[in-house]
């Protein structure tokens, strides 16, 4: 029997909404903001949720660096790098100045946490 069930993937954050909006528009997922704007979840139909939490004093991942490691990043797949780089970027990502393969891209979402995006 299991001790738990259901698990989330929660990533912290200066602006809880922002980054929900960002990975609901990038995934096409439903975003939702609790009243006071500190937690927020995106959800789809096939998928568990992600969910965001809103932290004071809030330090970015230093990818590739362990000053302020990833802790853990999301990958992402793609039928086309550039289209999807060009659509991320429109979002507000970063894309990441070391770029360590050729069939996957590294960015930064809005509260600089490292995510890629992965050719199919």
Same mark, same amino acid.
């Given at each position: 029997? @299991?001790?738990? &069930?259901?698990?989330?993937?929660?990533? +912290?954050?200066?602006?809880?909404?922002? /980054?929900?909006?960002?990975? $609901?528009? /990038?995934?096409?997922?439903?975003?939702?903001?609790? +009243?006071? $704007?500190?937690? @927020? =979840?995106?959800?789809?139909?096939?998928?568990?949720?992600?969910?965001?939490?809103?932290?004071?004093?809030?330090?970015?991942?230093?990818?590739?660096? #362990?000053? *302020?490691?990833? #802790?853990? *990043? /999301?990958?992402?797949?793609?039928?086309?790098? +550039?289209? @999807? =780089?060009? @659509?991320?970027? &429109?979002?507000?990502?970063? &894309?990441?100045?070391?770029?360590?393969?050729?069939?996957?891209?590294?960015?930064?979402?809005?509260? $600089?946490?490292?995510?890629?995006?992965?050719?199919?």
């Amino acid at each position: 029997m @299991a001790i738990a &069930k259901q698990p989330v993937v929660v990533l +912290d954050a200066p602006d809880a909404r922002e /980054l929900a909006e960002f990975y $609901g528009e /990038l995934l096409d997922w439903q975003v939702r903001v609790d +009243d006071d $704007g500190t937690w @927020a =979840e995106i959800t789809s139909d096939s998928w568990p949720p992600i969910c965001f939490q809103q932290v004071e004093d809030y330090h970015a991942p230093s990818w590739p660096s #362990q000053a *302020h490691p990833q #802790q853990m *990043h /999301l990958d992402v797949v793609v039928d086309d790098l +550039d289209v @999807a =780089e060009a @659509a991320v970027v &429109k979002l507000g990502a970063g &894309k990441a100045a070391e770029q360590p393969g050729e069939s996957f891209r590294v960015f930064l979402d809005p509260a $600089g946490h490292p995510f890629c995006i992965v050719l199919n």
